[in-house]
């Protein structure tokens, strides 16, 4: 008989209840400070100035394609995991471990409880605390709305894109290949077809490098000491998240990898295209067959 296991934990529930308890608290930082206080930056007549661009008109498409792959990823994904047939005893006997490239094998021998229970809190930690912080900072709590959807932007678009491919691949998880460490119910749950790529990883890389851009971006001028250590910061918390779920047999280093990749992409991409008046960066729309459609092109 095989037993699905059914995961618990749905991070969009946290982000939208992170967003909301987030909100209520707004009244409480009621606090200014002076425009040029700012101990993040090398000039003393440092003035604040919003590097972002941000309205309906803008961000429409934003939202909506954010919205759209969300919906999407989260439904294939549910759909899949219950209607996917479970591997059957002569499939999951004829798993070989050897199959598997040398560079990932390593991940099929592990198995740690702890290691993914620590990566579990530390996506929750980033989809609560990171947004928070913008709230500490005298500029970024000025415009804690524009943020909070960028965030939103940012996040919706990396959890719709993992999902849709998690659900296109059907990668086999290196739990499926231990029969060490896992029981066969354990090994033919509901997740042992979604191994790639790795979404604890990629969302905490997407809200972290989203933080530590936004933080830059406010702070043009700011020490080299700070920008080191923020973009560090941002850095150690996707890597870590993506060790441990190697670690606890969830992953193989290539899912994290990749990961790491769209989720850092996503992060930093979402503030760059807001950024006021970016020559680097082109919205346009056009129509195709009748369709309007809306694009953009980067310069590097």
Not at 108 to 121: M, P, R
Not at 207 to 229: E, Q
Not at 234 to 251: D, E, N
Request: proline share 4%; with cysteine; aromatic share 14%.
């Amino acid at each position: 008989m095989h037993s699905t296991q059914k995961s618990l934990f749905n991070p969009m529930k946290y982000f939208f209840v992170a967003a909301f308890l987030l909100g209520s608290l707004l009244p409480s930082f009621a606090q200014k400070k002076s425009s040029n206080d700012c101990k993040m930056c090398e000039r003393e007549d440092h003035v604040h100035e919003s590097p972002y661009e941000i309205s309906f008109k803008k961000d429409w498409a934003f939202v909506l394609t954010g919205t759209a792959l969300a919906a999407t990823g989260h439904f294939v994904f549910v759909h899949d995991k219950e209607n996917i047939t479970p591997f059957t005893n002569l499939e999951i006997d004829a798993l070989d471990r050897n199959d598997v490239n040398a560079f990932d094998r390593v991940a099929t021998y592990n198995k740690s409880e702890s290691a993914k229970n620590t990566s579990d809190a530390l996506l929750i930690g980033s989809v609560v605390v990171l947004p928070s912080l913008f709230f500490l900072h005298h500029h970024t709590r000025k415009e804690i709305g524009g943020l909070f959807l960028m965030t939103y932007e940012a996040f919706s678009i990396n959890y719709g894109l993992t999902n849709i491919v998690k659900s296109a691949v059907n990668r086999t998880r290196p739990y499926a290949y231990n029969p060490e460490n896992y029981s066969y119910e354990e090994r033919t749950d509901g997740e042992s077809r979604f191994s790639y790529f790795s979404g604890h990883t990629s969302a905490t890389a997407s809200l972290s490098f989203l933080w530590a851009k936004v933080m830059t971006d406010y702070h043009p001028h700011m020490a080299k000491g700070y920008k080191i250590g923020i973009w560090s910061f941002a850095a150690l918390i996707p890597a870590t998240t993506g060790y441990l779920r190697v670690k606890s047999g969830k992953h193989y280093p290539t899912d994290v990898l990749t990961g790491y990749a769209v989720g850092a992409v996503t992060g930093w991409l979402i503030p760059e295209m807001h950024k006021i008046k970016n020559p680097n960066v082109n919205i346009f729309t056009s129509e195709l067959f009748d369709v309007k459609t809306i694009g953009f092109s980067l310069k590097f």
